[in-house]
């Protein structure tokens, strides 16, 4: 079964995918069968008519958005991963989640008029872009002055513990009510999405994906150290920046529609090495997309308990399935290797 | 000597800034690397030959270049006259033109060797790396004059040190470049793989007509494998000259300040503890082993020297014989130096 997907993963990941969304698509609180949700994706009316907008507004947006969110995480995490030669780096290293967590915890927690100012998730989602753009700018002025990448890599985590002190702070000088709404954020959600955020997060993504594109010959050659790929011709500064830049879209884009959503960006790549064989970017970079929206489907697939209107924060299940798997990589292969 | 110059550095400045305080490892260096030619750069712990590589392979930046006297590279090498050559830019290597082996260690070890080599050709690709016929052609040499064959489908974190320093070298060769700088790539090998890679590097600079500076702390195997040395000296300079001249006008012995290891002779110095001289008797190997023991143990070897000592060979086995009264005979060093201990 390994070997076979070890083997055919251009063929299997893109099926594994497929199906997932079909299952993720027809499941939910009201029952509907997979005849009448093919149905209406294929554009023909189903015997009732609600189930249209049920499946077009509600499932596909959130399919959706696990597919872009899975893939450009997963992305990220591959990016940084590769630039920091750090097999526990993710896309959250560079502090971008902390400035978005930030923003969301000043809109959220200073508002004090709670519910009112942020009724509306596009206010968070543009506060937490603000966030992440606002960090972004500082970790890209400063791996402008700094040489070496576990500088900046060190840096972006400092960054990122000083950001989530100052959200304690103003947890703790909040009302409980304002700290349930930052809290509810932080669980991260793939649902709340609309088609046109759905635009606009697909170009956020589609836009990471080509930067990466352009980069593999630089990425591949990071994985040797930087004083080898500079005597490859590389050009460190100019290369690095675009890689945190394409990271800062990625992990931006989704942490702002969707949250901080943990675990994926640093345990996909590992599945997926674990997976194709190959240290090789052309090949990883397709291969970690495609698997960062399988996995975001399962789990998402997951949250919904099946038979029940419950549905669990994705980062509990991201970070339930993800943990044991991480260890499992390690203890299966000894080590993690890069 | 030497063929074309491939690589000059006129008034080359070598060391480290942070804006304020400059230390300064080399200075106002003149020097040049030529083809068919093995330069061994040495020098001791840390008077900063890695940095002098790093500076010439243009992955550091040089320390006050004055405009005027750039280091330069000829035309030849691609270099235009007047204008200084990307050394100066620091961030700046000639991918196409120098390749390097350091000692960085490669933390993706789960590449495998025919990908490591491929990295080689990488200047020479676009963004899409999709090897041509000539690339695979050039990688196929490389790990042909390397003789790692059997290795090229292997991890890195499967191979000894010695084999991962052979596809080292053979990433740079698919580099194809006409110079090569190399540091320290004999470090932590066992001495079978240090005369293997100096063998190869000596035979690259001859058949295929490179410059290659090795920095190696490995004295025997440079004086007998380079062409020319490069002495750091301790006034920031670099004192160049074949092996063989450095060693009998004492610049070696001056910069290393031996520590009881006698250049000349190429052996460790050992005081005559023992005060007491033997006479020896013997030829070929044997002798030369036999009187290595007695000196290591303390004893003077000396013509005028009681007891005698002979080295007998009789069928391929080996016997000493010592003119004590009676005479007695010993099948091994050992017990010879056993007997020798108890008469001191």
Redesign the interface.
């Known amino acids: 079964m390994i070997k076979i997907l070890k083997q055919y993963w251009y063929f299997v990941l893109p099926v594994l995918l497929v199906i997932l969304f079909l299952v993720n698509i027809s499941l939910g609180s009201v029952r509907i069968p997979l005849s009448e949700t093919l149905k209406v994706l294929s554009g023909i009316t189903p015997q009732e008519t609600i189930w249209t907008d049920i499946i077009i507004d509600f499932r596909l947006t959130k399919a959706f958005t696990c597919i872009l969110a899975g893939g450009a995480l997963a992305l990220g995490g591959l990016l940084m991963q590769t630039l920091f030669?750090n097999p526990l780096a993710g896309p959250d290293v560079l502090g971008l989640s902390s400035g978005a967590s930030l923003a969301v915890a000043i809109i959220v927690m200073t508002g004090g008029t709670g519910a009112a100012l942020f009724s509306h998730s596009f206010t968070l989602a543009l506060a937490a872009s603000v966030g992440c753009t606002f960090i972004f700018l500082l970790v890209l002025a400063i791996a402008h002055r700094v040489r070496d990448n576990i500088s900046l890599l060190i840096i972006g985590l400092m960054i990122g513990a000083a950001t989530s002190s100052i959200v304690s702070v103003l947890q703790f000088i909040s009302r409980a009510e304002d700290q349930q709404y930052y809290l509810v954020w932080t669980f991260g959600s793939l649902g709340s999405l609309n088609w046109g955020e759905i635009q606009i997060l697909g170009v956020a993504v589609f836009i990471g994906i080509i930067i990466s594109?352009?980069?593999?010959?630089s990425l591949?050659?990071w994985?040797?150290?930087d004083?080898?790929a500079?005597?490859?011709?590389?050009?460190?500064?100019k290369s690095r920046m675009l890689i945190i830049i394409g990271t800062s879209i990625l992990t931006g884009s989704v942490t702002a529609f969707c949250g901080p959503i943990a675990f994926v960006g640093l345990a996909v790549p590992h599945l997926t090495?674990l997976l194709i064989?190959?240290?090789?970017h052309?090949t990883l970079i397709p291969a970690v997309v495609i698997c960062g929206g399988v996995i975001m489907l399962f789990c998402d697939i997951l949250t919904r308990m099946p038979g029940s209107d419950f549905v669990l924060p994705i980062n509990a299940i991201t970070a339930l399935i993800g943990a044991p798997v991480v260890i499992w990589v390690i203890l299966r292969s000894k080590k993690i290797?890069? | 000597m030497g063929g074309n110059i491939l690589l000059s550095a006129k008034n080359l400045t070598v060391g480290y800034t942070d804006g304020i305080f400059q230390n300064i490892l080399f200075e106002n260096l003149n020097i040049d690397l030529r083809a068919d030619e093995l330069v061994c750069f040495m020098g001791p712990n840390g008077i900063g030959k890695s940095t002098l590589i790093r500076t010439l392979a243009g992955l550091h930046p040089p320390l006050d270049l004055t405009p005027a006297c750039p280091a330069r590279l000829p035309k030849s090498y691609g270099g235009q006259a007047g204008r200084p050559n990307p050394l100066s830019r620091g961030e700046g290597a000639i991918p196409t033109k120098i390749s390097v082996v350091l000692t960085d260690r490669i933390s993706a070890v789960n590449m495998t060797v025919e990908e490591l080599v491929t990295y080689g050709r990488y200047p020479y690709l676009d963004w899409n790396i999709k090897l041509k016929k000539d690339d695979i052609e050039v990688i196929e040499k490389a790990v042909e004059f390397t003789h790692i064959q059997h290795l090229i489908s292997k991890k890195l974190y499967e191979l000894s040190d010695g084999q991962l320093q052979m596809a080292m070298i053979a990433r740079a060769l698919a580099q194809d470049t006409p110079v090569i700088l190399l540091d320290e790539p004999t470090a932590h090998l066992d001495l079978n793989n240090r005369v293997e890679i100096m063998n190869l590097l000596r035979k690259l600079s001859r058949t295929e007509n490179k410059a290659i500076l090795v920095a190696t702390h490995e004295l025997d195997l440079a004086l007998q494998t380079a062409d020319l040395i490069w002495l750091a000296t301790l006034d920031r300079k670099i004192l160049t000259g074949i092996p063989e001249d450095l060693v009998l006008n004492g610049s070696f012995d001056e910069i290393f300040q031996f520590k009881g290891f006698d250049l000349k002779t190429g052996k460790v110095f050992h005081e005559a503890h023992r005060n007491m001289a033997v006479n020896l008797i013997g030829e070929g190997h044997e002798y030369l082993w036999t009187k290595n023991a007695l000196e290591r143990n303390g004893f003077v070897i000396s013509d005028s020297g009681k007891p005698t000592i002979t080295v007998c060979l009789t069928n391929t086995k080996t016997r000493w014989v010592i003119s004590t009264s009676p005479e007695t005979d010993f099948d091994s060093l050992k017990s010879l130096l056993k007997k020798l201990e108890k008469l001191s």
């Open positions: 030669r594109i352009i980069s593999i010959k591949n050659a994985l040797l150290g004083n080898y500079t005597s490859l011709g590389i050009p460190l500064k090495r064989d190959t240290t090789n052309k290797r890069m």
